[in-house]
């Protein structure tokens, strides 16, 4: 009968262990999470004694979404930049008539709409990049400029989605799973992402992080997807001092369909990979610890977890490790109940699902029990640390039990698409753009 080579078993083991220390250092960082917001006292209109401005690029929105986002930044910023990424009206006339600016610029991408609007600024002090589809409500902006007032570079917040179908109520679900890595990250003073529907930076620091945004080339193409990446590797570079809030929201609208998720999943996932090469190569020591074993992780987890049902379908295993790295937690927890007991001698001689329990029920192999003492560990460390997740985001899942199920069903398709993403990795220069090519110049 075929078995899995031992050095197969030992290299899944070690995977797990990496996955499962990942898991845990983002519980436990996640956890011990402060936000800066608490340490600094609220900002008042009477109080702010500088100006403030948000550049919002513009491409193919629904005009009402559009006109409900430009009447509330109008409200808030002493100015508001709209540029039209190769488009004009009906935005131009719904800017204007709400007080804001508008510039059209050819299309060429969010990219150089971002560059083009913060070139435009003049003695603004802090300056929001904001979608053209993301409400900001106004706790959220002045909880944002008293942080930074306070010392900050620049700073992002949580992002809910808004939407009554399924889907926008599963990203908003995801929302909460982003939450946890975005305050394991604040912990070290990092953040993952600067989002790219709200975060607001010193405009002196973000002119200096923006230039060349929109020229940004790899493999002789320019790169158009990922704004939002490359601001943050950036700003990471450049020594900001960054936050995030967990306290403040900016509110974006959920997606209408699986499938436009399905498309906003692969275009995320592509531009993290992207990104995460990007870093590696230029050494950017300055992401932390934390990005560089999420990335290892995040291209571990497909790979590995595809070999492993490749694995369980090509060997009937004689003895057989925990492979698979989607166990439910109380399966884990019935499978520790028997491996305790045939440590013990309290169960007979049969199969076991970690390889240190094999069919005589002794280990001669110091490979396989190497491995199975890692394996132990490994889900030992990500049993705790789902549970602790599970605590986390209990109270949103029965607020909404549906948006939580389907949640982790784009948490698997995720997966597929990791998986997409690293087999189409030798076509990167072919998903770097959308095929627009930059020209110079305004209407």
Do not use: C
């Amino acid at each position: 009968m075929r078995e899995i080579p031992d050095w197969v078993e030992l290299l899944f083991s070690l995977t797990s262990l990496i996955f499962a220390v990942q898991l845990a250092l983002i519980f436990l960082l996640s956890s011990r999470y402060s936000d800066p917001s608490t340490n600094v006292s609220p900002l008042s209109p009477s109080a702010k004694g500088f100006k403030t401005a948000a550049v919002v690029p513009v491409y193919g929105e629904d005009e009402n979404v559009f006109e409900r986002v430009i009447v509330k930044l109008t409200r808030l910023f002493d100015r508001v930049i709209v540029v039209g990424d190769g488009v004009s009206e009906p935005y131009r006339s719904i800017a204007l008539a709400h007080g804001a600016e508008f510039y059209s610029v050819p299309r060429s991408g969010k990219r150089g709409a971002l560059e083009y609007g913060v070139s435009l600024l003049r003695d603004e002090k802090y300056v929001a990049l904001v979608d053209s589809d993301t409400e900001v409500p106004d706790e959220t902006y002045w909880k944002s400029l008293a942080v930074l007032e306070s010392g900050y570079d620049a700073l992002t917040v949580r992002i809910t989605y808004k939407g009554d179908n399924l889907t926008a109520r599963a990203q908003d679900f995801l929302g909460y799973y982003n939450d946890v890595l975005n305050r394991a990250f604040a912990r070290l003073g990092k953040v993952y992402v600067l989002n790219g529907q709200f975060s607001v930076y010193r405009a002196e620091k973000l002119r200096e992080i923006i230039a060349g945004l929109s020229s940004r080339k790899l493999l002789g193409r320019l790169i158009v997807v990922g704004d939002d990446k490359e601001l943050t590797s950036r700003a990471h570079r450049a020594g900001l001092r960054l936050a995030y809030l967990s306290s403040a929201e900016a509110v974006t609208y959920g997606a209408s369909s699986l499938i436009i998720a399905i498309k906003q999943l692969l275009r995320w996932t592509r531009s993290g990979y992207l990104y995460l090469f990007l870093d590696l190569v230029s050494l950017n020591y300055r992401r932390g610890f934390l990005y560089y074993i999420a990335g290892v992780v995040s291209v571990l987890y497909p790979i590995f977890g595809a070999l492993a049902t490749a694995l369980e379908m090509t060997y009937p295993h004689h003895h057989q490790m925990l492979i698979n790295l989607n166990d439910p937690f109380l399966w884990l927890v019935r499978e520790w109940t028997k491996e305790l007991l045939a440590i013990t001698g309290g169960l007979p001689n049969e199969p076991r699902l970690f390889v240190v329990f094999v069919h005589e029920r002794f280990v001669n192999d110091s490979t396989l029990l190497l491995a199975g003492a890692l394996k132990l560990v490994a889900d030992l460390l990500t049993a705790l640390a789902t549970l602790g997740f599970v605590m986390q985001v209990l109270p949103k899942a029965r607020e909404d039990p549906k948006g939580a199920v389907v949640s982790l069903g784009l948490l698997g398709i995720q997966g597929l698409l990791s998986i997409y993403s690293l087999i189409t990795l030798y076509r990167v220069s072919s998903w770097l753009t959308r095929g627009q090519e930059p020209e110079k110049g305004i209407e």
